[in-house]
């Protein structure tokens, strides 16, 4: 896992970093700050809500990779929006203290139209939630990112990939961008059933497991295992709540000879705004 190559392109504006053997190259992308407006929202599913962002900010905006994200900086409690500023670096100054902000996956960009969709889980008690169940067409967003994706090839025999709901955006991505012939079993855990709606693309080679739990502990981690040993070259991607994902950690290392792995925790339970 060392031999960190880092690779411009010859405007700047893409940088790579690959680790030898993992098969994740790191690519960071120009990190701009943008002012959109809320275009539409749509329920996809009981619990959870689409909104379409968009605007002339959004052109020029990058996004390669299905686990891109970006983050809503919201306003102060007494409505003041202090943003940050892009650098000379490819990233961003921000103010101090920071202001509040969440992480989200995009789900699709349009750079015809400029529009950028982006999925919330609403549930009780969080910042991001609370705002996307209430907010309204045509008020104003500012959005940071994204800032770059851990990216890995469409050249394994098999993938698997381990997901709650707040990576299905990007579970549904992946899946509509990679190859035609891509061989992969997806297990996603929901705490609703009704979550089961969620569109994801109907796949030869790809299997789909649906599990109603939300619970701790979760089931993931034994619904993954017991799809058994790999058999051929296999690619994990593990992605949600962070304890959930974690027993997989140690099953990926044990066929470390035939498994590469990304984990990726969006939330942890009981931690607001967890930094993975």
């Known amino acids: 896992m060392s031999g960190v190559i880092e690779r411009h392109d010859p405007r700047g504006r893409v940088r790579e970093h690959h680790r030898a053997g993992s098969g994740i ?36 905006f990058h996004t390669y990779q299905a686990d891109d994200h970006v983050k809503i900086v919201f306003p102060d409690p007494d409505g003041t929006r202090r943003v940050p500023v892009a650098n000379a670096d490819l990233s961003l100054d921000w103010p101090k ?6 992480k989200y996956t995009i789900r699709r960009y349009d750079a015809d139209a400029l ?44 993938y698997v990939l381990a997901v709650d709901a707040t990576a299905l955006p990007a579970t549904a991505r992946w899946l509509e961008e990679s190859p035609p012939d891509v061989s992969a079993r997806v297990v996603v855990e929901t705490g609703d059933a009704a979550d089961h709606a969620y569109p994801l693309a109907d796949r030869d080679g790809v299997e789909v497991t649906w599990l109603a739990s939300g619970g701790d502990p979760s089931p993931l981690a034994d619904a993954v295992k017991a799809l058994g040993a790999p058999a051929s070259r296999t690619f994990l991607f593990a992605a949600g709540e962070a304890g959930a994902i974690k027993p997989l950690r140690s099953w990926a290392r044990e066929h470390a000879d035939r498994m590469d792995a990304l984990f990726t925790g969006y939330w942890k339970r009981g931690v607001a705004g967890l930094e993975d």
């Open 97 to 102: 203290p920071s202001p509040r902000s969440r």
């Open 115 to 158: 529009e950028l969709d982006l999925d919330f889980v609403l549930h009780p008690g969080g910042l991001a939630s609370a705002w996307a169940a209430d907010a309204r067409v045509g008020e104003e967003v500012t959005i940071a990112g994204p800032p770059g994706a851990k990216a890995f090839p469409h050249t394994y025999d098999r």
């Open 25 to 60: 190259r790191r690519i960071g992308y120009p990190i701009g700050v943008r002012t959109v407006r809320l275009l539409r929202r749509a329920e996809i599913t009981p619990n959870i809500v689409r909104l379409t962002l968009g605007g002339p900010d959004l052109a020029g």
